[in-house]
C-alpha cells in the first residue's frame, strides 16, 4: 500500500526529505487578496500616490498578514544600493567587542541603528581593527566609525576603497569623509567652570589614556583651563578601561597627586556610585570636601546619595545627526565634505554642589594612604 504525501503533497520529515520552502508572496497576490490593483498596492507600500487613507492602510495590512516583503535584490539593483551600513568603534580594539558594556556605546550604538532602521539601512557590526579582507567583500554603502584611534588603519582603507565614511572630526577636509562631533573644550570648560563657581581650586581630572581625538581634546581642555587661572594642573590617566582600572585612576587622584584634589571631573567611562565610593572609601564628603562629576550616560547617576552630576555626550543625538548626514550624502548627491558639532548637556545634580554655608576645604597636602584591599 502506497503511503499518502504529506501535508499539500510536500514531503515529510518522516520520509527523511527536507519540505520545500513556502513559496514567496509577491505584489500581485497581496493585490489580488486586497481587491486592489498591483500599482495601487505598490503606491501604498511605497508611500507614494494619492490614496486615500483607508486604502493604504487595507493594501499595508494585506501585506503584513500574508508575510510580504519587497525583494531585496532587485530592490538593491534599482537603486544601486544595498543599504548596508558598517559600524565599527574605534576605541577598545585590543577587545573588539566591549565596546557594548560601555553605557555610551551601548547608546550610541541602539540608537544608530534604530535611526538607519527608520530610514531603511541595516547595519552591520565591524570589530575594531577590522582588516580590508574582512569587510572588502561586504556590499557596505558606507562605514561609521566611532572614536577612531591615531593607528587605526581602517578609515584610509575605507577611503581607499571608495566607501564613504562617518566618523568624529578627525576626518575633517578629506574627500570621501564626512563627521559628526562634539566640542569636548566647550564641555571640559564649562564643568571646570562650574566647579570654580561652586569654589573648588584644586580640580582634578582622569581620563582615559586614549589616542581618540576627544580624549586628547579634553586632556589639552584641561591643561589650558587651569594655566589661564592660574591653578594646579592635576590629572591621572587610566591606563586601561573599564570599571576596575577606573577607579584605581580615581584612587590615585584623590590620593597621589601634589594636591588634594577639592573636585574631580571623571572622563574616564565608570559606574557612578563606585565612583562615590571610592571618595568615601579615601575620607572624602560630597560634595563638602570634593565635587564630583562623571562624563557618562549611566542611570545609576540619578539613584546615589548624592546624586552624581553627570555630563552627558548626547549619544542619541549624535546618532541622529550622523544618519541624517549619510543619508543627504547617499540619497541626496551631497558631495562637499562636512560636519555637524552635537552640544553636550551638563546635568548638574547635587554631587558637584557645595552646601549653603559650607566654606571650600583648605589646601591640604596630599594623602599617602593606600587604597584598601
Same mark, same amino acid.
Given at each position: ?148 584611534v591615531a593607528d587605526d588603519r581602517i578609515v584610509d582603507d575605507l577611503l581607499a576603497a571608495r566607501i564613504p565614511v562617518f566618523s568624529d572630526r578627525s576626518v575633517e577636509g578629506r574627500p570621501g569623509a564626512h563627521w559628526v562631533d562634539v566640542d569636548a573644550t566647550a564641555a571640559v570648560h564649562r564643568t ?62 584623590? &590620593?597621589? %597627586?601634589?594636591? #588634594? =584634589? *577639592? @573636585? ?10 563606585? +565612583? /562615590? ?31 552624581? &552630576?553627570? %555630563?552627558?555626550? #548626547? =549619544? *542619541? @543625538? ?10 543627504? +550624502? /547617499? ?43
Amino acid at each position: 500500500m502506497t503511503k499518502a504525501p504529506g501535508h499539500g503533497g510536500q514531503p515529510s520529515p518522516r520520509d527523511g526529505r527536507l519540505s520545500s520552502p513556502a513559496p514567496r508572496v509577491r505584489l500581485v497576490d497581496v493585490a489580488r487578496e486586497a481587491g486592489l490593483s498591483k500599482t495601487t498596492v505598490s503606491a501604498a507600500l511605497n508611500g507614494t500616490g494619492r490614496l486615500s487613507p483607508e486604502v493604504r492602510e487595507r493594501a499595508r495590512e494585506t501585506a503584513r498578514s500574508m508575510g510580504y516583503r519587497p525583494n531585496a535584490t532587485a530592490r538593491q539593483l534599482r537603486a544601486g544600493r544595498a543599504r548596508l551600513i558598517g559600524y565599527v568603534v574605534g576605541e577598545l580594539a585590543d577587545v573588539p567587542w566591549t565596546f557594548l558594556e560601555s553605557p555610551y556605546f551601548a547608546r550610541l550604538t541602539g540608537a544608530t541603528a534604530a535611526t538607519a532602521l527608520g530610514r531603511g539601512y541595516a547595519m552591520v557590526l565591524l570589530p575594531a581593527g577590522s582588516l580590508q579582507s574582512e569587510w572588502s567583500a561586504l556590499p557596505l554603502d558606507a562605514v561609521i566609525v566611532a572614536d577612531p584611534v591615531a593607528d587605526d588603519r581602517i578609515v584610509d582603507d575605507l577611503l581607499a576603497a571608495r566607501i564613504p565614511v562617518f566618523s568624529d572630526r578627525s576626518v575633517e577636509g578629506r574627500p570621501g569623509a564626512h563627521w559628526v562631533d562634539v566640542d569636548a573644550t566647550a564641555a571640559v570648560h564649562r564643568t571646570l567652570d562650574h566647579f570654580l563657581d561652586q569654589g573648588a581650586r584644586r580640580p582634578a581630572l582622569v581620563v582615559p589614556d586614549s589616542t581618540t581625538r576627544f580624549h586628547r581634546e579634553v586632556f589639552a581642555a584641561h591643561h589650558d583651563w587651569c594655566a589661564a587661572h592660574g591653578l594646579p594642573e592635576l590629572a591621572v590617566r587610566a591606563a586601561e578601561p573599564g570599571n576596575g582600572p577606573v577607579v584605581r585612576a580615581v584612587e590615585t587622584a584623590l &590620593t597621589g %597627586l601634589p594636591e #588634594r =584634589p *577639592d @573636585a574631580l571631573l571623571v572622563v574616564a567611562e565608570a559606574s557612578p556610585p563606585l +565612583v /562615590l565610593d571610592a571618595a568615601r572609601r579615601h575620607g572624602y564628603e560630597v560634595p563638602g570636601d570634593l565635587l564630583l562629576a562623571c562624563v557618562s550616560e549611566d542611570e545609576t547617576a540619578l539613584h546615589t546619595e548624592p546624586r552624581v &552630576t553627570t %555630563l552627558s555626550l #548626547r =549619544p *542619541d @543625538a549624535v546618532a541622529e545627526a550622523g544618519i541624517e548626514h549619510l543619508v543627504a +550624502v /547617499l540619497e541626496h548627491g551631497r558631495v562637499e565634505t562636512g560636519g555637524t558639532l552635537v552640544p553636550v548637556r551638563l546635568d548638574v545634580r547635587a554631587s558637584s554642589v557645595r552646601p549653603s554655608g559650607h566654606p571650600a576645604p583648605p589646601p591640604q597636602p596630599p594623602c599617602t594612604s593606600s587604597p584598601p584591599t
